[in-house]
Nanobody, 125 residues
Framework: QVQLVESGGGLVQTGGSLRLSCAASGRTLHMYTMAWFRQTSGKEREFVAAIGSILSGSRTSYTDSVKGRFTISRDNANRTAYLQMSSLKPEDTAVYFC????????????????WGQGTQVTVSS
């Protein structure tokens, strides 16, 4: 069983930065792919970024709209995943969810078994 708790969301101006954290429980977390999704009201959850397990060499993947602006990373010793967000835009406003799954990197929700409760990110124009 894995439990995920996100933090670090908040209000930021356009062009600003935020770092989201995902604290996880579970002794085998380093074997899981970690991912970030986001969701705005009335829309489906959208894949943002993922980082593979230690077996994959922690390979990363990003959705096109955040490439060059967001960086996903993980600290297996501290069981934490991060999403560093820079050059934020109003369209990045959403609730951001952390997810973990035992399989390879996936860009869809069903690729992940565990989810956090979400943290709100609001980018003002």
């Amino acid at each position: 069983q894995v439990q995920l708790v996100e933090s670090g969301g908040g209000l930021v101006q356009t062009g600003g930065s935020l770092r989201l954290s995902c604290a996880a429980s579970g002794r085998t977390l380093h074997m899981y792919t970690m991912a970030w999704f986001r969701q705005t009201s009335g829309k489906e959850r959208e894949f943002v970024a993922a980082i593979g397990s230690i077996l994959s060499g922690s390979r990363t993947s990003y959705t096109d709209s955040v490439k060059g602006r967001f960086t996903i990373s993980r600290d297996n010793a501290n069981r934490t995943a991060y999403l560093q967000m820079s050059s934020l835009k109003p369209e990045d406003t959403a609730v951001y969810f952390c997810a973990a799954g035992p399989s390879r990197i996936a860009g869809w929700e069903t690729g992940y078994d565990y989810w956090g409760q979400g943290t709100q990110v609001t980018v003002s124009s």
